[in-house]
């Protein structure tokens, strides 16, 4: 089993910064392949950014690609995603995603079965 805890969500005006952790434990970390999505009041479920199990592959939505950074401290056993110039339109929970898999990034919520709490994110217009 995979335990996974964000943290870093909060309150920030547009054109801000934060950073979002997930920690893992309770499994080698370094066989997970993690994501990112985030769910907003009365929308689905989507697909943020992703990186593979060795860091060497990422994938990101059109929506933050340019503005947000998936990276992973095996070290640390933790994922991070860096989101600048944040927008309104970013507000959402944002939840942290694993899955045993030593190939490419994935981007399809469908395929992890290791799930975090989630951390909410606001931007202010």
């Known amino acids: 089993q995979v335990q996974l805890v964000e943290s870093g969500g909060g309150l920030v005006q547009a054109g801000g910064s934060l950073r979002l952790s997930c920690a893992a434990s309770g499994r080698t970390f370094s066989n997970l392949a993690m994501g990112w999505f985030r769910q907003a009041p009365g929308k689905e479920r989507e697909f943020v950014a992703a990186i593979s199990w060795n860091g060497g592959s990422t994938l990101y939505a059109d929506s933050v690609k340019g503005r947000f950074t998936i990276s992973r401290a095996i070290a640390k056993n933790t994922v991070y995603l860096q989101m600048n110039s944040l927008k309104p339109e970013d507000t959402a929970v944002y939840y942290c995603?694993?899955?045993?898999?030593?190939?490419?990034?994935?981007?399809?919520?469908?395929?992890?079965?290791?799930w975090g709490q989630g951390t909410q994110v606001t931007v202010s217009s």
């Open positions: 995603a694993g899955r045993s898999y030593t190939g490419s990034a994935l981007p399809l919520s469908s395929v992890y079965n290791y």
